[in-house]
């Protein structure tokens, strides 16, 4: 199968020149254009992924409204809220990027890695190690009762106080793994007719079957700490991603009514650069969450954030 042809539209020209750059030596063809009146003729049947900066929302909604097989990529300096109202209602507009400015180009890993697989249906699923260095290290986790779960989360704060960074990080990454665990031991399971099993008391004690297991990866290179989790469940849905976030990030109550996932979407966003959710229907749901370690707190609750949601079929 061909990899789809993107365009790339930024009016920072050095930005536009690295991004391009990146995408063309991550295998995707690159049509880079600096102006809004040159996007248009730049798109051709062979296009499927339209990349711009997410102030160019309105444009970049025209195009996808003229050409059905297009795709965007979006990347931000601002709160990545302004644009949840509009991923939530386009489907083909999954994948937020944040950045640190608007001088600055997204994330090498996370752009190169995206942009790749919107247009290349071949290119598989990465794994959270692609996004470490060769030389990091890891533990994992499959906890199968309630008391396994507090033991994981105990295992997370001291693994990531033992690379030495503040206190208040090892303890905001034991609240995350907490919630990722809840979401994957309480909300994921559900019966043969997909009903949920444990959703209905998340205070219950709990003992998992094998096949209902989860498992969750904690990994850093000393740059960048991921974590990662699966449930072999695939319930979680695209509006449970960007409408928990909208609900949420405005300050409403969060959905905990996720039909298999339950997840706390505010919790998740406040504690990671980037989050991605890649989902197999009825298989498996995986999240993934990226910190910075180079960046301090007060810079972490400023920036822009990622959300990425995949959905990929079983075949």
């Known amino acids: ?15 536009n020149r690295r991004i391009s750059r990146l995408l063309s030596c991550a295998g995707v063809p690159v049509t880079a254009v600096e102006q809004p009146e040159q996007v248009a003729p730049a798109i051709s049947e062979a296009t499927q ?17 003229k050409h059905p097989q297009l795709r965007a990529m ?11 109202k509009y991923t939530l209602e386009e489907p083909r507009m999954s994948n937020l990027i944040g950045r640190a400015s ?39 986790l499959r906890p199968v009762t309630t008391r396994d779960r507090d033991t994981a989360v105990q295992h997370t704060v001291s693994f990531v106080e033992r690379i030495g960074v503040p206190k208040r990080i090892a303890e905001m990454f034991g609240e995350l793994a907490h919630e990722v665990l809840m979401n994957a031991m309480y909300d994921a399971p559900a019966d043969e007719s997909g009903k949920a099993k444990y959703a209905h008391d998340r ?13 969750m990866v904690l990994a850093t290179d000393g740059v960048r700490l991921v974590l990662d989790a699966v449930d072999p469940f695939g319930r979680l849905k695209r509006h449970h991603v960007f409408g928990g976030l909208l609900r949420g990030l405005k300050g ?25 959710f890649d989902v ?11 910190f910075e370690l180079d960046m301090n707190l007060r810079e972490f609750k400023t920036l822009a954030k990622s959300v990425h949601f995949f959905e990929t079929s079983s075949a």
Not at 50 to 65: A, Q, R, T, Y
Not at 280 to 290: A, D, K
Request: aromatic letters at 6%; glycine letters at 10%.
């Open 252 to 276: 409403g109550e969060m959905d905990t009514s996720h039909g298999g996932a339950g997840l706390g979407m505010t919790k998740l966003y406040q504690s990671v650069s980037v989050m991605m």
């Open 74 to 84: 979006l990347w931000s300096a601002e709160p990545t809220e302004r644009l949840l």
């Open 280 to 290: 197999e229907p009825g298989r498996r749901t995986e999240f993934t969450g990226v």
């Open 49 to 65: 992924l339209l990349c711009s900066d997410g102030f160019d929302i309105d444009l970049v909604l025209g195009e996808l409204k």
């Open 203 to 215: 205070k219950a004690e709990l003992s998992l079957l094998p096949a209902e297991v989860p498992t």
């Open 1 to 15: 199968m061909a990899i789809g042809h993107a365009v790339v539209f930024d009016r920072n020209r050095l930005v």
């Open 102 to 140: 608007f001088e600055s180009s997204p994330r090498d890993w996370e752009l190169g890695q995206v942009a790749r697989r919107l247009v290349d249906a071949g290119a598989g699923r990465p794994t959270w190690a692609s996004i470490l260095q060769w030389s990091h290290t890891a533990i994992e």
